[in-house]
């Protein structure tokens, strides 16, 4: 019995262990104030107020600094490409703003039918023809948020070449596009036709900011695009500073480093313009038939000759007294398309230290390389999107591929759109052809270039970079980041707070009961 010591638990201060004194009856209020000075009303306020205090802040801080419920900003951008128009809705964190890394897809819509600059001769239907993905659009980014998202509309290849061959119709799209985009709730910031150089350096900033390379300042990817009417290569290369072709380069700085990108864009060297270049160099004597080795041995096509030149890539090749149409027969022979294909290139002159082709500059190859759009499409049904497997293996397979009958092609394709299924030999042999005669490519470097469609998510393709941009999204100086992240922040009040709390503790000693009999540690 113990009636002197009293019934609850104290600290005991060495060990910070509570303690129980072996008592089994309680002593009396008087007898606790007499015999123990601890527990005088006085240090027992002191006491409870000082734990109220130290509950109270590890609690405030924690509220303060506990992560808000997210709310997102969005950004939508429409890709009017020459062979359709993709409409591509971002989200990123609305206190992100202006950070880093955090803007992803949310989702994407295919408009249907062709591409605007196919409503030439209907401008109207440009219009009508986004009208159903941008309902969609209405219904993946909250109401709330409708009038301050912005929206673009960035055209490529096919409208540049629409406006060279005829501005007024051009004008007529754009008119009819500005018209149903300015009727949406969203914040409509305009319609135009971005340059080649453009289309390049932003298909560049979006894979590297999705792969983290830029806020990271790490060694950046270059980046290949290959769309239906224009291809862009770009890259940083040690050796260009654009002195020797100021065209080509794009100085960009972005998160605190300078960048020097080469990029060039070669209109007419998409796959659907460039398969229009080849056929015109297989038709230059206006034949009614031509056998054709880059579509596979048993296709047959009829085409119209003035269909085939109706685009300025080719149209001042258009031979004088040809038939109507002509007749194509595939005969699938993948050394002999890759002649053919050659063709079209000019890799004779060239006015600088080093050229790709057409006598246009480009530095040595360097970096990694991601190659998207159409290299991914055709490379994946292709099979063929590991590089890690050798070039000469990768030709191989394409060549049987070619010499594969075409009948043999559908039966194995049932649910494959024909008109890619007909122009994979083709596509093939002209990707092959553009890396390796076209951007020098090797046996060796040709393992540097990865298929790829998406990152982390979001479609490689030049809409993220133009909407970053846009946006301010991307800052030219890296940002100031907190000295602790939130969880060290917490971590630091918390041990501060115990560390006062037993300080505390300790300063109160002189108060401390002196116990006669051992107290038992539970
Ligand atoms: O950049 P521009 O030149 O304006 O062209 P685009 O924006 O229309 O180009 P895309 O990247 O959308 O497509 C590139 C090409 O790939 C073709 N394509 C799309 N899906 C394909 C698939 O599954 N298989 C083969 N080709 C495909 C499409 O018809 C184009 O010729």
């Known amino acids: ?195 080649g150089q453009e289309e390049g350096a932003f298909g560049w900033v979006t894979v590297n900011y999705l792969d983290d390379r830029l806020k990271q300042g790490l060694e950046t990817t270059g980046a290949l695009d290959l769309g239906g009417a224009s291809t862009q290569i770009s890259f940083v290369s040690d050796q260009f500073d654009g002195s020797e072709s100021l065209n ?41 038939s031509i056998l054709d080795p880059c579509f596979n041995t048993g296709y047959t096509s009829t085409r119209n000759y003035s269909v085939l030149y109706d685009s300025p890539c080719v149209s001042d090749r258009k031979p004088q007294n040809a038939p109507q149409t002509f007749t194509q027969q595939g005969v699938g022979n993948f050394q002999e398309c890759q002649e053919v294909v050659k063709k079209i290139f000019n890799f004779t002159h060239c006015k600088y230290t080093r050229c790709s082709f057409n006598g246009v500059f480009q530095p040595l190859l360097q970096g990694p390389f991601g190659a998207f759009s159409a290299y991914y499409f055709v490379m994946n049904f292709l099979n063929l999107t590991d590089t890690s497997i050798s070039l000469d293996t990768v030709k191989a397979k394409l060549e049987r591929y070619c010499a594969t009958p075409w009948s043999q092609v559908t039966q194995q394709h049932p649910d494959t759109k024909v008109k890619y299924l007909a122009e994979y030999c083709f596509s093939g042999t002209y990707i092959l052809t553009l890396l390796t005669n076209g951007y020098n490519f090797t046996s060796e470097t040709y393992s540097d270039i990865k298929f790829i469609k998406k990152i982390k998510g979001s479609d490689a393709g030049w809409t993220l970079g133009y909407m970053l941009n846009l946006t301010n999204m991307i800052p030219a100086e890296a940002p100031d980041t907190p000295p602790l992240p939130h969880a060290g922040y917490v971590s630091i009040v918390t041990v501060m707070a115990l560390l006062l709390f037993i300080l505390f503790i300790i300063s109160l000693r002189p108060l401390w009961p002196r116990c006669s009999k051992q107290p038992q540690i539970i």
């Open 1 to 195: 019995m113990c009636p002197h010591l009293p019934p609850l638990f104290f600290f005991n201060p060495t060990l910070l262990l509570p303690v129980w004194p072996v008592c089994f009856f309680p002593p009396t209020l008087s007898e606790m104030k007499e015999k123990n000075p601890w527990h005088t009303p006085v240090t027992i306020i002191i006491s409870v107020i000082g734990v109220i205090a130290i509950v109270a802040l590890v609690t405030v801080a924690v509220l303060q600094n506990r992560p808000l419920p997210k709310k997102y900003k969005y950004g939508i951008v429409l890709d009017a490409g020459s062979s359709h128009t993709a409409l591509y809705i971002y989200e990123w964190p609305a206190e992100k703003d202006n950070n880093t890394g955090r803007v992803q897809q949310k989702h994407s819509c295919k408009v249907k039918g062709p591409g605007i600059s196919s409503y030439a001769s209907a401008p109207l239907k440009a219009g009508e023809s986004l009208r159903e993905c941008m309902q969609e659009a209405k219904q993946w980014v909250p109401e709330k948020r409708h009038h301050e998202t912005p929206l673009y509309l960035g055209a490529t290849a096919g409208m540049r070449l629409l406006n060279m061959e005829n501005s007024a119709a051009s004008e007529k799209v754009f008119g009819a596009v500005e018209e149903t985009l300015q009727k949406s709730p969203f914040s409509f910031q305009g319609a135009r036709i971005l340059s």
């Open 248 to 288: 080509n380069s794009v100085t960009f700085r972005l998160y605190g480093n300078d960048y020097n990108l080469y990029t060039h864009s070669f209109l007419c060297y998409g796959k659907d313009q460039a398969l229009r270049l080849t056929l015109a160099h297989q038709t230059q004597s206006g034949p009614e």
